[in-house]
C-alpha cells in the first residue's frame, strides 16, 4: 500500500540522518586530532517501482566514506621527531604490542605522528605508533630492500647511549720546507712533524714524518727525503719519498718529482697529488700537492711551516640527537661532530587511498579496495616530502561540520513529521469503521 511505502521511507529517512549526524559528531569530536581525516555521508535515493499507476516510496539510504586523501594544515612543533607528510604518501608505522624485535611486524600507514624514544628506544607515538623504516649498514648506505612488500621495513630503534669513531682514511698535508736548508753549506737540520690519526677502534694514533734536506757540496739540491713512520710502532717506516723542488721562475717552491724510495709507501699519484700509506689500521690516503702547484708541500725562504693540516675521522663520541631530513634518512648526530645515517624512512603510495580500511589512532591499512601499495623514496615519484618539526591537523572544517548539523537536524524533524502525519492518516482510516 502506498501510505505504508511512505512510513517505510520515513524511517529509511530517519536511519539516513542519523547516520549522518554521527559522522558529524565523530568529525567535531576529532577536530583537534592530529593526523583525523573527516568521514563524509552522503544520500541514495532508493526505487522500488518505475512505473504503473501507483507509487511506492522506497526511501534513502545512506553510504559513508571516510576521505583519507585530503590533507591537513602543517603546524609547527618543537620537537625533532614529530613528522608530518607534505604532499601524498604515508608514513609506514606498526602498533607497540606487535614490535617483538623480529621482522615480521604488520605495517599500517598514517600521515602524521609525534615520535619519541621510548624506554626501549624505540621512536614511539604517545597513542602506541612505532615509526618504521629500512635498517643503513655500518656506513651509512642503505642496502636495495624491495618495493612492494613491507618485509624489509623494521621498527626503528634508536640507542640514546651509543658510543661512535669514524677511523683516518685520510688526511692533507699543507707544509713549507726551508729552502735554505738544501744548500751548500747549510745545517742540514732535520723537521719533524707529528699528524694525528684515528684508529678502527677510536683510539688516538700519530704519524711521525721527518723531513731530512740532501746538503750538495756546491749550489743547491732542492731535494728533501720524508720518512713517515706510526706511532704504534715507531721502527717500521710505513712511508719513504724523495721530493725534488722546482726553482723555475713561474713555480719556484713546488714539486717538481716525488719517488719512493722503496722503503715503504705506495706510488706517488700526479693526477690527485696523493701518496697511501698503510698503518696499524689500514691505508691512509695522504694528499701532498700535485706537480707544480702550492696547495701541498712547498719548498720557500727559510722557515719550516705546517700551513695546513687536515684529516677526516673523529675520537669517540656520544649520541645526542636524532632528525629526520626530507627525504626520509634518520640522522644521528653525536657531539664530536659525525653524523650517520641509521635508517631511511620510506612514503607509502596506493592508488586509492579512500579504499584503506581505518584503524584506531589515525592509523590504515591497505585492502583490495585500495589497490597495491609501493614504497617510494620520499620526494620521488608521486610522493612528497617528510617534514620534522611538525603535524598534520585534523581535516574537519567546523564551522561546516555545524551547519551540516542544523541541516540534518531539520531534515530529521522532516522525515519524523512524515511519520507522524501517516500516523494521522492510518488513524482516519481506522475512523471509517466506527
Known amino acids: 500500500m502506498t501510505i505504508s511505502s511512505s512510513l517505510n521511507a520515513g524511517v529509511a529517512g530517519l536511519q539516513a540522518n542519523a547516520t549522518r549526524l554521527a559522522s558529524i559528531s565523530d568529525n567535531i569530536a576529532n577536530s583537534s586530532t592530529h593526523g583525523y581525516k573527516r568521514v563524509e555521508t552522503d544520500f541514495h535515493s532508493i526505487v522500488i517501482t518505475s512505473g504503473g499507476s501507483q507509487y511506492s516510496a522506497g526511501g534513502v539510504r545512506a553510504v559513508t566514506e571516510r576521505l583519507i586523501d585530503q590533507r591537513g594544515s602543517l603546524v609547527s612543533t618543537a620537537n625533532a621527531t614529530d613528522l608530518a607528510v607534505r604532499g601524498r604518501g604515508f608514513l609506514p608505522v606498526s602498533q607497540a604490542s606487535d614490535v617483538t ?48 612488500t613491507a618485509d624489509g621495513l623494521e621498527p626503528i630503534q634508536i640507542n640514546v647511549n651509543q658510543f661512535t669513531g669514524e677511523p683516518t682514511t685520510r688526511m692533507t698535508l699543507g707544509v713549507n720546507l726551508p729552502a735554505t736548508e738544501t744548500t751548500a753549506g747549510s745545517a742540514g737540520d732535520t723537521a719533524e712533524l707529528s699528524v694525528e ?25 732542492n731535494t728533501w727525503t720524508m720518512t713517515m713512520r706510526d706511532s704504534i710502532d715507531p721502527a717500521v717506516i710505513i712511508g719513504e719519498y724523495t721530493l725534488e723542488f722546482t726553482d723555475s721562475r713561474t713555480a719556484g717552491g713546488t714539486l717538481l718529482s716525488v719517488t719512493p724510495t722503496g722503503a ?22 695522504i694528499d701532498i700537492g700535485q706537480i707544480g702547484e702550492n696547495d701541498g708541500l712547498t719548498q720557500l725562504s727559510d722557515n719550516f711551516a705546517p700551513i695546513s693540516i687536515s684529516k677526516d675521522g673523529s675520537p669517540v663520541g656520544n649520541m645526542t640527537s636524532v ?3 626530507p627525504n626520509g634518512y634518520v640522522y644521528a648526530y653525536f657531539d664530536t ?15 586509492n587511498p579512500n579504499g584503506m580500511v581505518a584503524l584506531d589512532q589515525q592509523t590504515y591499512q591497505p585492502s583490495v579496495d585500495s589497490g597495491s ?5 620520499a620526494s620521488d615519484g608521486p610522493t612528497g616530502d617528510i617534514l620534522a618539526f611538525a603535524l598534520e591537523e585534523s581535516t574537519t572544517d567546523v564551522a561546516g561540520e555545524l551547519t ?21 492518516m492510518l488513524q482516519e482510516t481506522t475512523n471509517i469503521k466506527r
Open 101 to 148: 624485535g623480529g621482522t615480521d611486524t604488520p605495517m599500517f600507514l598514517t600521515t602524521t605522528g609525534s615520535f619519541r624514544t621510548d624506554s626501549e628506544g624505540y621512536l614511539r607515538s604517545n597513542s602506541g605508533l612505532v615509526l618504521m623504516g629500512w635498517p643503513a649498514q655500518a656506513d651509512g648506505t642503505i642496502p636495495t630492500f624491495p618495493r612492494d
Open 404 to 424: 551540516s548539523m542544523i541541516q540534518t537536524q531539520r531534515a530529521y524533524s522532516s522525515n519524523a513529521k512524515v511519520i507522524q502525519t501517516v500516523d494521522e
Open 323 to 325: 632528525e629526520v631530513d
Open 373 to 377: 601499495f609501493f614504497l617510494w623514496n
Open 337 to 351: 661532530g659525525i653524523t650517520r645515517v641509521i635508517y631511511q624512512v620510506p612514503l607509502v603510495d596506493l592508488p
Open 197 to 221: 690519526y684515528f684508529g678502527n677502534l677510536g683510539t688516538s694514533e700519530n704519524i711521525n714524518i721527518t723531513f731530512t734536506p740532501t746538503v750538495p757540496a756546491t749550489g743547491s739540491s
Open 264 to 285: 715503504g709507501g705506495g706510488p706517488y699519484d700526479p693526477a690527485n697529488g696523493t701518496i697511501i700509506v698503510d698503518v696499524d689500521g689500514g691505508p691512509i690516503e
